[in-house]
């Protein structure tokens, strides 16, 4: 079973973020209307961790769909697909590469005005490569797939290594609204 736990807390500041310091000409009135409008209400990030066990592919799918159309998210069905299918290659290269030295796994998701990002953190040193195309063998291409699907829709992945000395494969693709 997931948790998903929003990070940073409410959007809501106390005294509207104004703080004691000076305040412009025009009055409180001029400052709260130049104030920047409030971020879209899916706008967040959300983390949940789970065991690096074949179980937790499905259920890190299904908890990754099932926030996203809860928040109302403005993502077009075939981003919502290849958002899905990235996450499921991420949990499931860590289940099979990384669970012998991490037996836990951490799925972040990052949601823009603009933009959807999707990681998958353990805590295995070893930095993974993408494969190009070997006819020969069967599986490998995990990485490939989630490298193409960012790329047809106009994103980026990537994998970085963590202060703990794990690493981060992360994929962010462009929030299209539907019309």
């Known amino acids: 079973m997931v948790t998903i736990e929003r990070e940073g807390g409410d959007w809501a500041m ?22 920047p409008p409030d971020p879209p209400p899916y706008e967040g990030v959300w983390r949940f961790t789970a065991p690096a066990v074949d179980a937790s592919v499905p259920q890190a799918r299904h908890a990754v769909r099932d926030l996203l159309r809860r928040q109302g998210v403005p993502a077009s069905d075939d981003l919502v697909h290849g958002l899905l299918l990235i996450v499921s290659e991420l949990v499931t290269n860590a289940v099979r590469h990384a ?37 020969a063998r069967t599986g490998g291409r995990g990485l490939l797939l989630v490298r193409e699907i960012a790329r047809e829709a106009g994103g980026v992945c990537d994998v970085e290594h963590t202060a703990s000395g794990g690493k981060v494969i992360w994929a962010a693709l462009p929030l299209k609204p539907v019309l």
């Open 99 to 135: 669970a012998v030295l991490s037996p836990m796994l951490a799925v972040e998701v990052a949601v823009g005005a603009e933009w959807l990002r999707v990681s998958v953190e353990d805590n295995h040193p070893y930095r993974p490569t993408a494969l190009e195309t070997d006819h």
């Open 14 to 35: 106390d005294n509207h973020g104004r703080g004691d310091g000076p305040r412009p000409a025009g009055g409180a009135e001029a400052y709260l209307d130049a104030r």
